[in-house]
């Protein structure tokens, strides 16, 4: 259980570094968007960085929705208490994230990609990784986190000898 909300936690390590072949729609041409989704990308990472909840959380629109591992959690206001709670548990010492695809939907996007993160634990550093999925609008100055969810891979299982 520990290491779920430990997961938990990475599981919104948001990167932009898209491969221009994975963008679709009319956010392919669009430097502006591209850029402004590269700006996003990096005040997430600094924000998550720095444990900041608050400023990770100003990100999300009102109404947002997060979906964890552990469950959902609706709001900005309970998205950032999820995000402190986790923060005073686990303490992510690095983390990088990798968007595989960014697609235009109306006036939104849409992105999935992967994750992978170390955390320090009392008990050392602990490794772990899964994919996201994050749905954003477009506000009237900027982009912001309408829904996002992630899951984490399992640990690989070690081959039993057999006789």
């Not at 392919?28 to 989704?37: I, N, P």
């Not at 006036?107 to 990784?129: D, I, L, Y």
């Not at 900027?142 to 039993?160: C, E, G, H």
Request: aromatic share 12%.
């Amino acid at each position: 259980m520990k290491i779920r909300l430990l997961l938990a936690l990475a599981g919104l390590v948001i990167g932009f570094a898209l491969p221009a072949t994975a963008l679709e729609g009319n956010l392919a041409g669009d430097v502006k968007a591209l850029d402004e989704f590269g700006a996003f990308g990096k005040k997430y990472d600094e924000a998550y960085n720095q444990s900041d909840a608050a400023a990770l959380a100003a990100l999300f629109t009102e109404d947002a929705v997060l979906v964890t591992p552990e469950g959902l959690f609706s709001g900005r206001q309970a998205i950032e208490k999820w995000y402190a709670d986790e923060f005073q548990r686990w303490h992510p010492t690095n983390n990088i994230g990798q968007a595989d695809q960014l697609n235009v939907i109306g006036n939104g996007a849409w992105a999935v990609g992967k994750w992978w993160c170390t955390f320090q634990s009392q008990n050392g550093p602990v490794f772990a990784r899964g994919y996201w999925s994050t749905i954003y609008v477009r506000g009237a100055d900027a982009w912001k986190i309408r829904m996002s969810t992630f899951n984490q891979t399992p640990s690989p299982v070690a081959p039993t000898e057999t006789k």
